[in-house]
């Protein structure tokens, strides 16, 4: 390999620094106007009447919307795709979280429509008390989601046990962009520009609801400033202002607010877990139950699966894992960074550090006394699983070895220090994805395909896989995303794009050179003329005799010399992610090392370093991998020590709803940081065997926050965040 395994910096990065990479909100279309939603202010009941009177009268005002006369929007049917608020708005006059649209001013300008708004008299009836209580107990009998062995049987008999129930609080996606649609309709066909991790998702299932054709709809975007999840699916700002262009025959923008953020597009589930796991004295494993519940919205299913990893990270003889959820007045939940994983094993690694305590053996060793075999779930053997060598090395860089395990029993400066430590795993797989190469007479190459790439380096790896598969230099390789024009592509979701796209562009690859090679030996000029096709390969940008480099051709030279513009090929992967049968099972693996400082003369609690080992199969570029895993660092503190969005009792509404009060980890707060990566291939996955980054780095980083605070300060948070509240008065 000469370009995969490079650590290159992004190819779009000057696009992005100088400003010419346009984000959606950035584009303008002529004659377009802007539409601003308004929220309900209560979380529960019904609308009695919307007067607009006043809000048509103000200046600049073209048109309000409201259920009356916002025109037919179905709801998309069950195949359509993935969408987590089925609601169509407006739907009905049921309001079931605060900050729900009931209305939508258009204007000439933003700052018109921004003031009418406020115009628009809303009133309710039925209005209840919201529900948004913070205890969560199952609406409906938990289902069980694994089961192996008597977990009970074994835990009554087991001489060491925990049982104790982990919280994590709902919190928000705050991508730097604020969610955006700019929507056109030319009387036939929709072309959406949209804030969005799967156009391919986004145009399927927004075309159901828009009652079109799906060839009617055409999905854009070219940069995103993240997503971390909340912008995976359609929310209804985006039906909307496709319904107002439609409406009114002109383009509309619609820029989501930062409030309106923490309403209507989705937010990480609180959860409450309930963890029992047993062990012989010998730190042997002998059960596991996980027990998770989960908050939901009125009327859609959704189910965080923080059992995800529970299954098969450790091996044991007895364990059951359930699932369950319950109710409230809040917006849809939805996917947030390692949705699932990362708040279960919150649970389940902070539990596991409670029992290496009971027992009083080592963490690390603790879990290395416990590495499986095989997945013991599923019953068939791991693909590539190196979590001992993610947990030994780890141990090693951090110094592991010197750590006194006694509360408080390590300072350094005046200041205590805490050492923790957590495992992390997150799921391998691969949506289906189709790609197309070309092969330029300029001796370029352009790949295309319908994915896109939402910060995380989809330009540059894709570039990158191309480059080693034909030679051809970077610099002369373009990437085409982001527009449902292309040959579908995954959703940016899961850390599964570049496991996923492999297949199809080395496919596509090998086609387009398969095609010059032909062209090679056609045509009198031909350079290879009458040779036997077999005879040649293409290498390195050349084709020439496989038995002798001698007189090999650059691939531009035969393209121009039989006046073709290009060669092409097309490539296609199936997706693994909902494998019923898996040969294999595909997991990446890591283990976090914190160390905490803390002074409690000042009530002052900082994360100093944190060593994070990640075995995520072959990197195929460390820059950008190392960006992933940093960036899920820092989000990790955060989610220790900072964010939950709070909903007030009285309103429902997310009353820390802005920058300011809902507080993310920044940089002041952002550790010293040493990543390394295995980088052992997961063929089973791919032939490069890539699996994937995204999320692992934030999975495993808040237990080991809090098994540092615990040795630290002998105060064991089950609930996050970490407060000083909680260790001051413990
Ligand atoms: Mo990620 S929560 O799959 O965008």
Do not use: C, W
């Given at each position: 390999m000469s370009v995969v395994g490079q650590a290159v910096p992004r190819i779009d990065g000057?696009?992005?620094?100088?400003?010419?990479?346009?984000?959606?909100?950035?584009?303008?279309?002529?004659?377009?106007?802007?539409?601003?939603?308004?929220?309900?202010?209560?979380?529960?009941?019904?609308?009695?009447?919307?007067?607009?009177?006043?809000?048509?009268?103000?200046?600049?005002?073209?048109?309000?919307?409201?259920?009356?006369?916002?025109?037919?929007?179905?709801?998309?049917?069950?195949?359509?795709?993935?969408?987590?608020?089925?609601?169509?708005?407006?739907?009905?006059?049921?309001?079931?979280?605060?900050?729900?649209?009931?209305?939508?001013?258009?204007?000439?300008?933003?700052?018109?429509?921004?003031?009418?708004?406020?115009?628009?008299?809303?009133?309710?009836?039925?209005?209840?008390?919201?529900?948004?209580?913070?205890?969560?107990?199952?609406?409906?009998?938990?289902?069980?989601?694994?089961?192996?062995?008597?977990?009970?049987?074994?835990?009554?008999?087991?001489?060491?046990?925990?049982?104790?129930?982990?919280?994590?609080?709902?919190?928000?996606?705050?991508?730097?962009?604020?969610?955006?649609?700019?929507?056109?309709?030319?009387?036939?066909?929709f072309t959406l520009y949209e804030t969005t991790q799967a156009i391919t998702n986004h145009r399927n299932v927004v075309s159901e609801i828009l009652g079109v054709p799906r060839e009617n709809v055409r999905i854009i975007m070219k940069f995103l400033g993240s997503g971390f999840g909340g912008k995976l699916w359609p929310w209804t700002h985006g039906t909307l202002a496709a319904a107002a262009a439609r409406n009114l025959g002109r383009p509309v923008k619609l820029v989501v607010t930062r409030k309106q953020m923490f309403e209507t597009v989705g937010h990480r589930a609180r959860t409450q877990q309930r963890v029992r796991m047993s062990a012989q004295r010998d730190g042997t494993l002998t059960s596991l139950r996980h027990d998770p519940v989960n908050g939901a919205g009125m009327l859609d299913e959704y189910d965080e699966n923080c059992g995800e990893a529970t299954p098969y990270f450790y091996g044991t003889n007895n364990l059951r894992v359930t699932a369950a959820q319950t109710r409230r007045n809040i917006g849809a939940p939805t996917a947030m960074r390692g949705p699932g994983a990362v708040p279960g094993l919150f649970a389940t690694e902070s539990a596991y550090d409670e029992l290496a305590l009971a027992l009083g053996i080592d963490p690390v060793q603790l879990r290395l006394r416990n590495e499986p075999a095989h997945d013991q779930n599923l019953n068939i053997p791991f693909s590539s699983r190196h979590y001992a060598e993610c947990l030994t090395l780890g141990a090693q860089k951090f110094g592991w070895s010197q750590r006194t395990p006694a509360v408080g029993s390590m300072r350094q400066n005046g200041t205590i220090l805490g050492w923790g430590v957590a495992g992390c795993s997150w799921i391998a797989a691969r949506f289906g994805a189709e790609a197309r190469v070309e092969l330029h007479a300029d001796g370029s190459a352009r790949v295309l395909t319908g994915t896109q790439d939402i910060g995380t380096g989809t330009y540059t790896v894709l570039a990158q896989v191309v480059a080693e598969a034909t030679g051809v230099a970077l610099e002369h390789i373009a990437v085409e995303l982001g527009d449902t024009r292309l040959p579908p592509g995954p959703i940016s979701g899961g850390s599964m794009v570049t496991a996923s796209v492999i297949p199809a562009v080395l496919e596509a690859a090998r086609g387009a050179m398969k095609s010059a090679v032909a062209l090679a030996t056609k045509g009198s000029d031909a350079p290879f003329a009458g040779v036997p096709a077999d005879e040649l390969h293409f290498e390195g940008g050349r084709i020439a005799r496989k038995d002798s480099a001698a007189g090999a051709v650059p691939f531009e030279d035969v393209l121009c010399t039989a006046s073709v513009a290009q060669v092409s090929g097309s490539g296609k992967a199936d997706a693994t992610f909902a494998d019923e049968h898996p040969k294999y099972s595909l997991h990446s693996y890591g283990a976090q090392f914190v160390e905490i400082g803390w002074q409690p003369e000042i009530a002052r609690l900082r994360v100093n370093r944190i060593v994070t080992v990640v075995d995520a199969g072959r990197i195929i570029n460390p820059r950008t991998a190392r960006?992933?895993?940093?960036?899920?660092?820092?989000?990790?503190?955060?989610?220790?020590?900072?964010?939950?969005?709070?909903?007030?009792?009285?309103?429902?509404?997310?009353?820390?709803?802005?920058?300011?009060?809902?507080?993310?980890?920044?940089?002041?707060?952002?550790?010293?940081?040493?990543?390394?990566?295995?980088?052992?291939?997961?063929?089973?996955?791919?032939?490069?065997?890539?699996?994937?980054?995204?999320?692992?780095?934030?999975?495993?980083?808040?237990?080991?926050?809090?098994?540092?605070?615990?040795?630290?300060?002998?105060?064991?948070?089950?609930?996050?965040?970490?407060t000083i509240e909680n260790l001051l008065a413990p």
């Open positions: 000057p696009r992005k620094v100088s400003g010419v990479a346009k984000y959606t909100s950035d584009h303008r279309v002529d004659g377009m106007i802007y539409a601003v939603p308004v929220g309900s202010t209560v979380a529960a009941g019904r609308i009695a009447e919307i007067d607009v009177s006043k809000a048509v009268a103000a200046p600049g005002v073209i048109e309000v919307f409201q259920r009356s006369n916002v025109g037919k929007l179905y709801k998309p049917s069950p195949g359509a795709g993935a969408i987590d608020e089925t609601r169509p708005p407006f739907a009905d006059d049921v309001i079931r979280y605060y900050g729900q649209f009931v209305a939508l001013v258009v204007a000439q300008t933003f700052e018109q429509a921004t003031a009418a708004a406020s115009l628009v008299d809303v009133t309710y009836r039925d209005v209840a008390a919201p529900n948004v209580a913070l205890d969560l107990s199952p609406d409906d009998e938990p289902t069980e989601v694994a089961r192996r062995g008597d977990p009970s049987a074994a835990y009554d008999a087991s001489p060491v046990k925990v049982d104790q129930t982990y919280v994590t609080p709902a919190e928000t996606h705050n991508p730097i962009e604020l969610h955006a649609s700019l929507a056109t309709y030319d009387g036939e066909a960006n992933q895993i940093e960036g899920a660092l820092v989000m990790g503190v955060g989610m220790a020590l900072f964010e939950e969005t709070h909903y007030d009792p009285r309103s429902g509404a997310p009353v820390n709803s802005n920058l300011a009060d809902y507080v993310m980890a920044s940089h002041a707060d952002a550790p010293q940081m040493d990543v390394t990566f295995l980088d052992y291939p997961d063929t089973a996955l791919n032939e490069l065997g890539a699996r994937g980054v995204g999320e692992i780095g934030l999975a495993g980083v808040a237990p080991a926050i809090t098994a540092a605070v615990y040795h630290a300060t002998g105060v064991r948070v089950r609930a996050l965040p970490v």
